[in-house]
Nanobody, 123 residues
Framework: QVQLVESGGGLVQVGGSLRLSCAAS????????MGWFRRAPGKEREFVAA???????SYADFVKGRFTISRDNAKNTAYLQMNTLKPEDTAVYYC?????????????????WGQGTQVTVSS
């Protein structure tokens, strides 16, 4: 069993930055793929970024060049650095752990989820 806790969300102005953290407990994250997803008000949950257990990275097109996913297995933590934030980035952001280790695009392949952290970008 893995417990995931996100932190680092908040209110930021357009063009600002935030760094989200996803701290894990219960098991080592080193065997898992890690993903970040988000759900905006009135919208479906969508993929943001993922990193496989071997360090392979993928991003949604709408965050390429602005967001950076990383992981620190020694700290059992994954991160999402978000720069040049836009109002359309406003959402609840969730981290998730993928048992296969691939860091999947598909949410249904993730076994463990955090509770989410709110990111609000004001214009």
């Amino acid at each position: 069993q893995v417990q995931l806790v996100e932190s680092g969300g908040g209110l930021v102005q357009v063009g600002g930055s935030l760094r989200l953290s996803c701290a894990a407990s219960g098991r080592s994250l080193s065997d898992y793929g890690m993903g970040w997803f988000r759900r905006a008000p009135g919208k479906e949950r969508e993929f943001v970024a993922a990193i496989s257990r071997r360090g392979g990275i993928s991003y949604a097109d709408f965050v390429k060049g602005r967001f950076t996913i990383s992981r620190d297995n020694a700290k059992n933590t994954a991160y999402l650095q978000m720069n040049t934030l836009k109002p359309e980035d406003t959402a609840v952001y969730y981290c998730a752990a993928d048992l296969s280790g691939r860091g999947s695009y598909y949410g249904f392949e993730y076994a463990y989820w955090g509770q989410g952290t709110q990111v609000t970008v004001s214009s």
